[in-house]
């Protein structure tokens, strides 16, 4: 079991720059990896962005983030991070972290892959 917790939304505006935390307890941090996704206002939740286990761990993002999110992890506090950066009016969503118990390399961005998700931490960016 991993339990896990966002932290860090709120209002922002366009073009400002936000940090979601997502702290995780319960298995061993360092053995799984970690994924960010988003859910936009009346559509599916959708991927944005994964890393795989060690600190300085592989990452893979949403081709509508790549370049101004960054997804980071810190193993010794247990935590993982999402750097947003010139945010959009269509970043605005609630974000949830997710843990993915299989290899990082097997279908990271598919949202049937993860196995325990926070409760999300909602996102808005006004124009």
């Known amino acids: 079991q991993v339990q896990l917790v966002e932290s860090g939304g709120g209002l922002v505006q366009a073009g400002a720059s936000l940090r979601l935390s997502c702290t995780a307890s319960?298995?061993?941090?360092?053995?799984?990896?970690m994924g960010w996704f988003r859910q936009l206002p009346g559509k599916e939740r959708e991927f944005v962005g994964t890393v795989s286990r060690s600190n300085s761990g592989d990452t893979m993002y949403a081709a509508s983030v790549k370049g101004r999110f960054t997804v980071s992890r810190d193993n010794a506090k247990n935590t993982l991070y999402l750097q947003m950066n010139s945010l959009k009016p269509e970043d605005t969503a609630v974000y949830y972290c997710?843990?993915?118990?299989?290899?990082?390399?097997?279908?990271?961005?598919?949202?049937?892959?993860?196995?325990?998700w926070g409760q999300g931490t909602q996102v808005t960016v006004s124009s």
């Open positions: 997710a843990a993915k118990l299989g290899s990082f390399y097997y279908n990271p961005r598919l949202i049937e892959e993860y196995k325990f």
């Open positions: 319960g298995q061993s941090f360092s053995s799984i990896s």
